[in-house]
């Protein structure tokens, strides 16, 4: 007797091959109609694995587009306190439970980053994306939903790095998302000499795209902390011994193209002369400053990015918050 393969159903089709209506009419059950899995695997005819598959595919397909009111979001007590210390425009939180390890906390943040993202950006809006693992997490849950008339920009140039996706990919990921326009910046984020950087500023290309960097209506960014896993020791942007003297001069953070200090303000370092990227005070220009951050390493961090005026909008996990007003307090 000949035995199915193992990428076929019970219905003989592979699960890539059922069309959409199928899979919509499996997700109108689970999702209006209230059944659970086995209830509809009863219904169908099938597996409880195969509804499980099915259920995903709907959604990887974009068949299922699941929405929670973003507006809710904003109405935590600890987030209204947060708003209201530092003067912010809005503050999400992302609840993932005090047991949970960092990854799992990470991926409930983006979750709630890409709720906030659509609450925020508006059409027609210039957006810089910035780059590292939240970012990358952000742009892997935002579903796919125009935004009419956007364009997206990287703001800091390429890197090397084994853990993330490159800054540029960042850029796109989020820009294909909301059906943006793209704009990469075609240069490595750190020169090996002040002249060659300068020199590549001039290049017609990136003066361009540096020029846009001038006038974006909306960023969405991280901070980095200064701990020995940060993202900025690990992509080669700076070594251990520089990394070692700037804790010693009072850096508390890494915000996009450069280091701040615990109260907010910039920390100069040689490293600044040779990058292409955004600068901090352009960042402050910018009428809307997303910033998405999870983990309580980053308490320094963000707390330094608060007291700089480096944000409007935080997307914060609830731990993190929480240690925030207590070091505010």
């Known amino acids: 007797m000949l035995r199915k393969s193992n990428t076929e159903t019970e219905a003989g089709l592979s699960y890539s091959t059922k069309d959409e209506s199928y899979l919509a009419n499996v997700a109108l059950l689970y999702y209006q109609e209230g059944l659970n899995q086995g209830q509809i695997a009863d219904r169908l005819g099938l597996s409880r694995a195969t509804i499980v598959n099915y259920l995903k595919e709907g959604r ?91 364009s997206v920009c990287q703001i800091i140039g390429s890197m090397e790095s084994d853990r993330l996706l490159s800054a ?22 750190i020169l090996s000499s002040k002249p060659l950087a300068q020199d590549l500023r001039q290049e017609e290309t990136i003066k361009a795209q540096l020029k846009r960097l001038k006038n974006l209506s909306a960023i969405i960014t991280s901070v980095g902390d200064l701990s020995d896993s940060t993202h900025i020791l690990s992509s080669g942007i700076i070594s251990e011994k520089d990394l070692e003297k700037i804790k010693d001069e009072g850096g508390a953070g890494w915000l996009c193209s450069g280091f701040i200090q615990a109260d907010g303000s910039k920390l100069p370092h040689q490293l600044q002369e040779r990058m292409i990227a955004i600068q901090l005070e352009d960042i402050l220009k910018t009428p809307k400053r997303i910033l998405v951050a999870s983990g309580l390493k980053k308490d320094l961090a963000v707390l330094a990015a608060l007291k700089g005026k480096f944000v409007t909008h935080a997307i914060l996990d609830y731990e993190l918050a929480k240690a925030i007003l207590e070091k505010s307090r």
């Open 60 to 150: 990887d397909r974009g068949i299922v587009d699941i929405r929670v009111n973003g507006e809710s979001l904003r109405s935590s007590s600890i987030g209204q306190e947060l708003r209201k210390m530092f003067d912010l425009e809005d503050v999400y939180i992302a609840n993932s439970g005090p047991n949970s390890d960092p990854s799992s906390a990470l991926r409930q943040t983006a979750r709630v980053a890409a709720l906030a993202f659509y609450n925020i950006i508006e059409p027609g809006d210039v957006i810089g994306v910035a780059w590292g693992e939240t970012i990358k997490s952000v742009g892997e849950n935002l579903p796919d939903r125009k935004i009419d008339s956007t």
């Open 168 to 189: 540029e990919d960042c850029a796109i990921q989020i820009a294909n998302r909301i059906g943006a326009q793209c704009y990469t910046l075609h240069s490595p984020a």
